[in-house]
């Protein structure tokens, strides 16, 4: 895993990751180190699922749901549009 800080003030690439695939509890301590520090991940060239992009967004703890969509997402439980709000 290589992290790649952006020139700006907030902001990191993480590179290295299959989100497909589950963590590691090292791994995902350094990604959530890293949103921590630079505020915003982002993990290019990935190829999920619904249900695999919701693992990983469930990994922080629970997400929320919202009405703004009618319909929900493929392959989610509750249905609904991600968000993760720390």
Do not use: C
Not at 5 to 31: H, M, Y
Not at 47 to 56: G, I, K, N, P
Not at 76 to 86: K, M, P, Q, S, V
Request: glycine fraction near 10%.
């Amino acid at each position: 895993m290589e992290v790649v800080n952006t020139r700006e003030t907030l902001g990191a690439t993480i590179e290295g990751l299959d989100l497909a695939k589950p963590l590691s509890q090292e791994e995902f301590d350094a990604v959530l180190r890293t949103l921590g520090e630079r505020g915003v991940v982002r993990f290019p060239r990935q190829q999920l699922s619904s249900r695999q992009l919701a693992d990983f967004s469930e990994l922080p703890g629970k997400l929320e749901l919202t009405v703004a969509h009618a319909s929900p997402a493929p392959g989610l439980r509750e249905g609904g549009t991600l968000a993760y709000i720390a």
